[in-house]
């Protein structure tokens, strides 16, 4: 807050008005035409996948193309399914078994190991920490695609979900992740309150340490959906044609000698779906996580 005194009999000091808060953070109209801009430049493929999904074929080469959308959405759509060599619905369910499998034992051990490494005392905490985050430097996936197959080849899980699932099953990032929120978000005093009230280790965690780390599970589920569910290189070499996951059934969509956009786009625009009902469903918390760590950052 600023006096300004003015000189002369019978002077008078005015204080200057405090600025708002909001004021500092009020967007500038040139922020906001760049906002609006990029909002479009976002929005707008997702838009296309739609209007092309409702039309034919021929209306993808057409001049001026096609900016409202058509009739034929339902008979897409049906297409999309009926299609022999895709096996869409199969492509689809086998994503939501191997997503939800992957993302729960991701969060759970992500969990456990961030609670292990950033409260816990015990030899070697920090070399294991940093070789996890060495891992995070390597393609790790596509350096080991070859000596994976053949493991799989030896276990016998060629053409099964599990093994999309098992490579999957633990991830660096969700380490670290978990690692650092929990060291923001846990004090190691509490942690101590709790061993002399006489809670064990796993009581703790369940107790003190999921509490409190709640959104940054929620914002390491989403990534973890997303990653798993977007997947196509290795569900491509470990499953048949006949057993895919919903990217390679879209990938199936595509005729032999031509690419036929109407059933990739509305077999896109299928497979976004349950994305989408993600972040209706969880959007509040994964906001929240990422606001609650930029605070306490």
């Known amino acids: 807050m600023t ?3 003015h000189s002369g009999p019978g002077a008078r000091r005015h204080r200057a008005p405090a600025p708002v808060a909001g004021d500092v ?3 500038t109209v ?5 906002l609006g801009f ?3 430049l976002s929005i707008f493929p997702i838009y296309w996948m739609i209007i092309i999904a409702t039309r034919s074929n021929a209306d993808v080469h057409s001049i001026p193309p096609p900016l409202l959308p058509g009739g034929n959405l339902g008979e897409n759509i049906k297409a999309v399914f009926e299609a022999e060599n895709a096996h869409f619905l199969t492509g689809i369910v086998n994503s939501v078994i191997v997503t939800a499998s992957v993302t729960l034992a991701v969060v759970l051990i992500s969990t456990l190991a961030g609670f292990a490494f950033a409260s816990l005392q015990f030899r070697g905490r920090n070399v294991l920490l940093l070789s996890v985050v060495l891992t995070m430097m390597v393609p790790l996936q596509q350096m080991g695609v070859v000596p994976l197959y053949q493991m799989m080849v030896t276990l016998g899980w060629t053409n099964t979900l599990q ?3 098992l490579p999957f099953l633990v991830n660096g990032f969700g380490v670290f992740l978990m690692t650092q929120y929990t060291r923001q978000a846990v004090p190691r005093e509490l942690v101590e309150a ?3 009230d006489g809670a064990s280790t796993a009581r703790i965690w369940w107790n003190v340490v999921v509490p409190a780390v709640r959104p940054g599970m929620a914002v390491l589920s989403i990534q973890t959906f997303m990653l798993i569910w977007n997947e196509f290189l290795w569900p491509l070499i470990i499953l048949r044609a006949d057993n895919p996951t919903v990217q390679v059934a879209i990938r199936a969509l595509n005729e032999k000698y031509s690419t036929n956009y109407v059933l990739v786009f509305a077999g896109t ?3 976004i779906i349950p994305l989408l009902l993600v972040f209706v469903f969880f959007g509040r918390q994964i906001i929240g996580g990422l606001m609650d760590g930029a605070v306490k950052s």
């Open 194 to 196: 709790a061993r002399v």
């Open 30 to 34: 040139l922020t906001k035409v760049m």
């Open 269 to 271: 625009a299928l497979s």
């Open 38 to 40: 990029t909002a479009i």
């Open 25 to 27: 953070f009020r967007a």
């Open 163 to 165: 093994a999309v699932i």
């Open 3 to 5: 006096t300004v005194q």
